[in-house]
C-alpha cells in the first residue's frame, strides 16, 4: 500500500495542473500573455496564487504547459494524416474532420496558439520549429508519394496545408464575426457541418479528387 501513495500523489497532481491549464487557457485567450493575471487563473482554479505557484512557479511556465498541450492536441491530428496506406478522400476528409472539431470543441485553446504565432512566436517559436516542422516534411514527402502515384493531382502540399490550417482555425478564431454575420449568439454544429462539407469539396478538387456525394459532414 504504502508504494502506491507516491503513484497517487503523482496522478492528483497530474489532474490539478491539468485542471490549471484548462482554466488558464480562457484568461490567456481573452486577455493575451501579458494581460493575463496569474491571480485570476488561481481564483478561477479554486486555488490562492502561492499555491497555484507551487505548480506553475512562473506565469511563463503555465503559458508554456497550456501551448504544450494545444500542440500536442495539433500534432496528434498531424499523426494521422501523415498515412500513406489509406486513401487520400479518407485521410484528407478525416483530417479536415479532426480539425474542425477541434476549433468547436477547443476554441480558447485555438485562440491562444494564434495569439502567440501573430505576435512572432517570441515565446515558443523554439518548440514549433522543433515540433512541427519535421512532422510537417513528412506529410509532405505522403502527398508527393500520392502524387507520383498518381493518386492526386499535382499540389504544393505545404501551401495547400497551410490553406486547411487557415480555413478550419478560423471557426474558433474568427467565430464571433461570422456569428454576427449570420445573425446569431454562436455558430451551431450545423454550421460547422457546412464548413466541412466546403472545405472537402474544396481541398479534394485542389488535388484532382472526386467528391462523394455521401450527404455531407458526418
Not at 107 to 114: E, K, L, T
Not at 119 to 130: F, L, N, R, V
Not at 146 to 160: C, F, K, M
Not at 171 to 187: E, G, P, W
Amino acid at each position: 500500500m504504502a508504494a502506491d501513495r507516491p503513484n497517487r500523489r503523482l496522478q492528483n497532481r497530474d489532474r490539478l495542473e491539468a485542471e490549471i491549464a484548462a482554466e488558464a487557457v480562457r484568461v490567456f485567450a481573452e486577455c493575451g500573455y501579458e494581460g493575463a493575471s496569474v491571480a485570476a487563473i488561481a481564483d478561477n482554479a479554486g486555488l490562492s496564487k502561492q499555491n497555484l505557484m507551487y505548480y506553475f512557479p512562473t506565469k511563463q511556465a503555465l503559458y508554456q504547459r497550456v501551448l504544450d498541450d494545444v500542440l500536442d492536441d495539433w500534432l496528434e491530428r498531424m499523426e494521422r494524416l501523415a498515412d500513406p496506406d489509406q486513401q487520400p478522400q479518407d485521410v484528407l476528409r478525416a483530417y479536415i474532420q479532426a480539425k474542425l472539431k477541434f476549433s468547436r470543441e477547443q476554441p480558447w485553446a485555438s485562440r491562444v496558439y494564434a495569439m502567440e504565432v501573430i505576435g512572432g512566436a517570441q515565446m515558443y517559436g523554439k518548440q514549433i520549429q522543433e515540433r512541427v516542422v519535421p512532422l510537417l516534411r513528412r506529410d509532405i514527402e505522403v502527398f508527393e508519394r500520392w502524387s507520383v502515384e498518381g493518386r492526386i493531382g499535382a499540389v504544393n502540399a505545404t501551401h495547400l496545408l497551410f490553406a486547411i490550417w487557415a480555413m478550419t482555425q478560423s471557426y474558433a478564431d474568427f467565430s464571433a464575426q461570422m456569428a454576427l454575420v449570420l445573425n446569431r449568439k454562436q455558430l451551431s454544429r450545423k454550421d460547422y457541418e457546412d464548413a466541412e462539407q466546403t472545405i472537402v469539396q474544396m481541398v479534394l478538387a485542389a488535388v484532382s479528387l472526386p467528391v462523394a456525394n455521401d450527404g455531407g459532414a458526418r
